[in-house]
């Protein structure tokens, strides 16, 4: 059972515009929702993470939306630039530390 | 900055050899593990260990594979006997715990089964 659903898997966006990749989790004892980038042949970089006690956290160009009612949560990139370019994934922790759920992953190519 | 460290960046190995990976995680990190990801694919957990224990193991974690932190700095990934299959990038991250939830990455081992 797939327990961090994560769409679209590619997403082509022009540079000045929104990015938006969107996640969907099962359990409801998650509660840390990172956001990695991972650019070709580097290992998976925390970019911006949130707990589900706060809807939304911003930081420069990247935000994350939470609805916890609907067990979802969203990267946006705002003004995405070409050097944006890269693989993102969600993930979904709970308390104990013993696993990192990922999502499948999205490749974003932010063309200029 | 601190960061976590993997050796080597490339290893090249036959099949049914034996190889070991080798990570130094960031030293107050209390919580690490392997990762896998084959090329252009999603991140595979295979095992998380916390006080000299394996915490969780994946369904790829089989017999063929084990962790040890034979010093207090040293996370090591062993296969005991390579399949072409096993050909992957491996990632080695920590987390510090407690309050502290961020998960840090290696740069990776990238390892060839021929």
């Known amino acids: 059972q797939q327990q961090v659903k994560q769409s679209p898997q590619s997403l082509i966006v022009q540079k000045g515009g929104i990015s938006i990749i969107n996640c969907a989790y099962e359990?409801?004892?998650?509660?840390?929702f990172p956001w990695y980038q991972q650019f070709p042949g580097k290992g998976p970089a925390l970019l911006i993470a949130?707990?589900?006690?706060?809807s939304e956290k911003k930081e420069g160009r990247f935000t994350i939306s939470f609805n916890k009612s609907a067990k979802q949560f969203s990267l946006h990139i705002m003004d995405s630039q070409p050097g944006d370019s890269a693989t993102y994934f969600c993930?979904?922790?709970?308390?104990?530390?013993?696993?990192?759920?990922f999502g499948s992953g999205t490749k974003l190519n932010v063309k200029p | 900055e601190p960061e976590v460290t993997q050796t080597p960046s490339h290893q090249v190995t036959q099949m049914g050899q034996e190889v070991i990976l080798r990570c130094v995680p960031i030293?107050?990190?209390?919580?690490f593990y392997w990762y896998r990801q084959i090329l252009g694919q999603k991140v595979e957990f295979l095992v998380s260990?916390?006080?000299?224990?394996?915490?969780?193991k994946s369904e790829i974690f089989d017999d063929q594979f084990s962790v040890e932190r034979p010093d207090g700095s040293n996370f090591t990934l062993k296969i005991r006997s390579t399949k072409l299959e096993d050909s992957a990038m491996y990632f080695c991250?920590?987390?510090?715990?407690?309050?502290?939830?961020?998960?840090?990455f290696g740069p990776g081992t990238r390892l060839t089964v021929t």
């Open positions: 949130i707990r589900p006690d706060v």
């Open positions: 030293s107050n990190h209390l919580y």
């Open positions: 260990f916390y006080n000299n224990e394996i915490s969780e």
């Open positions: 359990n409801t004892a998650f509660d840390y």
């Open positions: 991250a920590s987390v510090r715990g407690s309050t502290s939830y961020e998960q840090y």
């Open positions: 993930a979904a922790m709970s308390y104990n530390f013993n696993k990192f759920y």
